[in-house]
């Protein structure tokens, strides 16, 4: 059997007709036969794709002969089965909704894994900001960061007022693959924070680079997947809402009502059919 890979990408980059591109870009994946989510707006693209590892060379090969995306950065990671149904190419007014007006002249500065691990390693004095959702930092997160109980990136709106003793300090931020933290960052910057770095390419490039070392658990991904490993040794920091076991296992909640979304291990999602314990 051939491998599943995803590759996700994104650039910030002025992208004029985007309705244009959106048109002959989905008709092209469609040909190509990968299957993924692709947002485009005025000011980028924002996307993760999934296929066999020739389709996913060819995506990746015929994206930056595009002149506006010749220095994008793929991030790759594996899939047991094709962990999106559909193609999607999506016009949206920001390419990841922020609502935060900020200019990305003023984002942190890149901070690469290698840098990050070794300034880990040396203990270096920083503090790691997760700017994702609270769901996401739930099931894995860099070790000791701070993470924002924030429900959708919209609400990062309010995490400078949460971390506003730490002005002055070396604050990292990171997130899946970056992109939230391009206006995270510039966001803290232009509130009054001195110090700020970004994750270049996030977890998914820290991941692949350093696998098993500062990151625990897993890392959360927007696809039917749910969660990746981030690892050959990777213990869970979660918990079975049932039985209580170490699991990393999302799943919602069967009852439409409800449709929580909860970590569940195998054999309760069965046992419970697929219902949270508010719900059996
Ligand atoms: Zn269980
Ligand atoms: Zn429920």
Redesign the pocket.
Same mark, same amino acid.
């Given at each position: 059997m051939q491998k599943i890979l995803t590759s996700s990408f994104y650039k910030y980059v002025e992208i004029k007709e985007p309705e244009k591109f959106q048109t002959k870009h989905l008709a092209y994946c469609k040909r190509l036969g990968v299957k993924g989510k692709i947002h485009l707006a005025e000011e980028g693209i924002n996307g993760t794709i999934s296929g066999n590892e020739t389709q996913i060379d060819k995506y990746e090969k015929d994206l930056i002969k595009n002149k506006l995306f010749k220095n994008i950065q793929f991030k790759r990671t594996l899939a047991d089965k094709l962990p999106f149904r559909k193609t999607i190419v999506r016009l949206r007014k920001e390419i990841v909704s922020s609502g935060l007006d900020v200019n990305l002249k003023n984002k942190g500065k890149y901070i690469t894994p290698k840098e990050l691990k070794k300034a880990l390693d040396k203990k270096e004095d920083l503090i790691l900001l997760d700017a994702r959702n609270d769901y996401e930092s739930f099931v894995g997160k860099f070790k000791n960061a701070i993470t924002p109980k924030i429900k959708t990136f919209k609400e990062f709106k309010k995490v400078p007022k949460l971390i506003s003793r730490f002005k002055n300090t070396k604050i990292v931020t990171y997130c899946t693959g970056g992109i939230r933290c391009e206006k995270a960052s510039a966001y803290l910057k232009e509130n009054g924070f001195k110090n700020i770095f970004q994750l270049e390419g996030g977890i998914l490039s820290y991941i692949n680079q350093f696998p098993d070392t500062y990151f625990e658990g897993l890392c959360f991904v927007f696809d039917d997947r749910l969660t990746i490993p981030t690892g050959s040794n990777v213990k869970e920091i979660t918990y079975c809402m049932h039985c209580k076991t170490p699991s990393g296992r999302y799943i919602n *909640? $069967?009852?439409i009502? &409800? @449709?929580?979304m909860?970590i569940c291990c195998e054999k309760c999602d069965l046992n419970f059919k697929h $219902? *949270?314990? @508010? &719900?059996?």
């Open positions: *909640c $069967k009852n009502s &409800c @449709d929580e909860f $219902k *949270c314990r @508010d &719900c059996i």
